[in-house]
């Protein structure tokens, strides 16, 4: 199983962009996916999730209305948009997946890519 995450860069503040996470090696289709992030210095976290046919996502609380995470089946892949970035956003962006249904608990989550870099500065 593979993950490989795209889409990281620098940004200014107010920007946007958009995350991929491109699987292979499993039945993309039944499995939830999330994205986690882990700042310098802090712990890894939760930051969406979506469910193995795409009906159902949940954000953390604070990049509710700025971020969505969404995914194409038919193409293996998970992609999350973020808007309106701000400095706390800067963190490295990881793209995780389980079998079944969605959980907010990094424990749940089996398998991990490598991880994004993004950065939200002036």
């Known amino acids: 199983l593979q993950l490989v995450e795209s889409g990281g860069g620098l940004v200014q503040p107010g920007g946007s962009l958009l995350l991929s996470c491109a699987a292979s090696?499993?039945?993309?289709?039944?499995?939830?996916m999330a994205w986690f992030r882990q700042a310098p210095g802090k712990e890894l976290e939760f930051v969406a999730t979506?469910?193995?046919?795409?009906?159902?996502?949940d954000y953390l609380d604070s990049v509710k209305g700025r971020f969505t995470i969404s995914r194409h089946n038919a193409k293996n892949t998970v992609y999350l948009q973020m808007n309106s970035l701000k400095p706390d956003d800067t963190a490295v962006y990881f793209c995780?997946?389980?079998?079944?249904?969605?959980?907010?608990?990094?424990?749940?989550?089996?398998?991990w890519g490598q991880g994004t870099q993004v950065t939200v500065s002036s």
């Open positions: 090696g499993f039945t993309f289709s039944t499995y939830a």
């Open positions: 979506i469910g193995a046919t795409g009906t159902y996502t």
């Open positions: 995780t997946a389980r079998l079944g249904v969605w959980s907010k608990d990094r424990g749940a989550y089996k398998y």
